[in-house]
């Protein structure tokens, strides 16, 4: 199994970046997906979450902001940041899970937002 985020970087408050999640080696389209997030000196929290059958959720401080997305047929989750704020600095974790089994994590790509 392997998720492979990419797509973090420097950006400035106001701007936008767009994450980017692969995975491979289980059926992707059978699992709910999910990006999460943890800042300096903070714990890890839930950002956005799309299940298997397309439903989304998201934490209530990028609501209106944040967009997740998924293509089952390029195994891939994707998570548009707009408006970013200093707060949203943080490293980015997608993460997979269907019920029983997983969950499993990527690697993190980082994301700083300069005010």
């Known amino acids: 199994v392997q998720l492979q985020a990419s797509g973090g970087g420097l950006v400035q408050a106001g701007g936008s970046l767009r994450l980017s999640c692969a995975a491979s080696g289980f059926s992707f389209s059978l699992y709910r997906m999910g990006w999460y997030r943890q800042g300096p000196g903070k714990q890890r929290e839930l950002v956005a979450l799309?299940?298997?059958?397309?439903?989304?959720s998201y934490a209530g401080s990028v609501k209106g902001r944040f967009t997740i997305a998924r293509d089952n047929t390029r195994n891939t989750v994707t998570l548009r940041m707009n408006s970013l704020q200093p707060e949203d600095t943080a490293v980015y974790y997608c993460k997979a899970d269907q019920g029983q089994t997983g969950p499993y994590w990527g690697q993190g790509t980082l994301v700083t937002v300069s005010s």
């Open positions: 799309i299940t298997s059958g397309y439903g989304t």
